[in-house]
């Protein structure tokens, strides 16, 4: 062990997994814990524990690890970087990785007209990111409100919250809230109260959007719409391609900026590289976080035109944005992206498990519905009749997956849905282990 370590572990502990599984206590319960793994490492879709045990990971670190753990060309630009320099701050220094991922990631601006241009903005977390567009979008309009949809999640820090809506428990006893914050119903197709159909749903929710404006705040007051293309946390729900359509058309009639948060569903998640670009729809914003730099800490906004130059120098930033390891590895990120055709992986694995889950489900009247684009995948658990959500089947599920060595996760707002989040590499012997698991553990809770 080198010396630098030794305050970490003696060597006595190294040998001694058991020494590392007693340490756990001091980790405070506010990082609310799925598994109490001590991982050794991790590789392609797969983690190993300090005990040696192997679990195929379909979290991906919440939608993190798109490129797989520690792949090797993100993990070589890693190591390269860092000895050259770690820190070079941007506000005093630019750097090679920077500068080249500045001139790179706003091409990936989706649906950009041609001779348009986007630029980029780099911090270090989804929820800072948010906050980065909602300045920028209050900036550039110099109106006061923000409009959001109910369900969604977009971070904890005191501003993002109070955008975020997908449970109770990331906004409840934090009040005042910021202010000029609105929300209106995501079209949520198995829960709209007009009935299943994607459009009935979509019709609801830009009924209420109209009624926002004609009952609580004149549109023109309102600096942006924010809405994740397919709802994360809130569970994993895909709404009518026509929902980014019809948001581009009320927008642009009132003047009001369109913000994607593509911080779950962006960088390959859904089989192309923003699932903005299912649709024809241009936004004027879009957050990015997550599977950015494979998980390095780093986050960012791409800004249509010339909107970045509403801030004012200072206006914004931070002393760690844009980091030069993490924007090395977010450049490996890329390449791998590109080189390893990750997108039609994930489009592909993506089908493969939509339609074997399909199957599995028919046995299981618990199963309200399996939903999903790519690789971002939900099972929603609720009683046939009532659709009463079912968190213990939910929980239960994942128990089961849990024992037979692969880890998923929940979300949704009563944690009814059980999220599929494999990584884009993952491969077809990998999928049909998954799919096994999963149709083992639906038999096991009787769902
Ligand atoms: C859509 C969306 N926006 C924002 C965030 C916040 O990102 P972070 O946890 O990196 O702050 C998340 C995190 O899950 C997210 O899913």
Redesign the pocket.
């Known amino acids: 062990m080198d010396q630098h370590a030794a305050h970490l572990l003696s060597a006595a502990d190294d040998a001694d997994a058991g020494a590392w599984l007693d340490r756990r206590d001091a980790v405070p319960a506010v990082w609310a814990r799925y598994t109490d793994l001590v991982v050794e490492r991790g590789f392609g879709s797969w983690i190993e524990t300090v005990t040696g045990e192997r679990y195929l990971d379909y979290t991906c670190g919440?939608?993190v690890t798109n490129t797989g753990h520690a792949h090797p060309r993100v993990a070589a630009a890693i190591a390269e970087q860092a000895g050259r320099i770690i820190h070079a701050q941007q506000n005093i220094l630019y750097h090679k990785p920077g500068l080249l991922l500045h001139q790179r990631l706003p091409a990936r601006f989706p649906g950009l007209a041609p001779g348009e241009r986007a630029a980029l903005f780099l911090s270090n977390?989804?929820?800072?990111?948010?906050e980065a567009a909602v300045k920028l979008a209050k900036a550039a309009t110099r109106r006061p409100a923000v409009v959001a949809f109910r369900g969604?999640?977009?971070?904890?820090?005191h501003g993002?919250m109070a955008l975020t809506t997908s449970g109770v428990k990331y906004r409840g006893h934090f009040e005042p809230l910021l202010g000029g914050v609105h929300h209106v119903p995501y079209p949520y197709p198995l829960r709209n109260p007009t009935g299943r159909d994607p459009e009935a749903a979509l019709d609801f929710t830009m009924a209420a959007l109209e009624e926002l404006f004609a009952t609580t705040i004149y549109p023109d007051d309102v600096a942006a719409l924010l809405v994740?293309p397919i709802l994360?946390?809130g569970g994993y729900v895909v709404p009518s391609d026509r929902f980014l359509p019809a948001l581009r058309e009320l927008a642009d009639r009132h003047g009001i900026l369109l913000v994607a948060?593509?911080?779950?569903?962006g960088y390959g998640r859904t089989g192309r590289f923003f699932a903005t670009e299912w649709t024809d729809a241009v936004p004027d914003i879009v957050?990015m976080?997550?599977g950015i730099a494979s998980g390095m800490p780093l986050?960012g906004i791409l800004a249509r035109g010339d909107l970045i130059d509403s801030f004012a120098p200072g206006a914004h930033g931070g002393t760690y944005g844009g980091n030069a390891v993490a924007c090395a590895a977010a450049l490996a990120t890329l390449d791998v992206i590109e080189d390893e055709g990750l997108l039609a992986n994930a489009e592909r694995q993506g089908r493969r498990l939509l339609d074997g889950l399909r199957a599995l489900a028919e046995g299981h009247g618990c199963v309200a519905e399996v939903r999903g684009r790519g690789l971002m995948i939900g099972i929603e658990l609720a009683d046939p009749g009532t659709l009463a959500p079912r968190p213990d089947l939910a929980k239960g599920l994942l128990h089961e997956a849990f024992d037979r060595k692969l880890l998923l996760l929940s979300c949704g707002t009563w944690s009814q849905v059980v999220r599929v989040i494999p990584p884009l590499v993952t491969t077809d012997d990998e999928v049909e282990l998954a799919l096994r698991v999963m149709g083992e553990s639906l038999d096991a809770i009787g769902a």
């Not at 969604?152 to 820090?157: E, I, L, P, S, V």
């Not at 948060?261 to 569903?265: G, P």
């Open positions: 919440i939608g977390s989804g929820a800072e990111a948010v969604g999640f977009h971070g904890r820090t993002a994740e994360g946390e948060d593509e911080v779950q569903s957050v976080a997550k986050s």
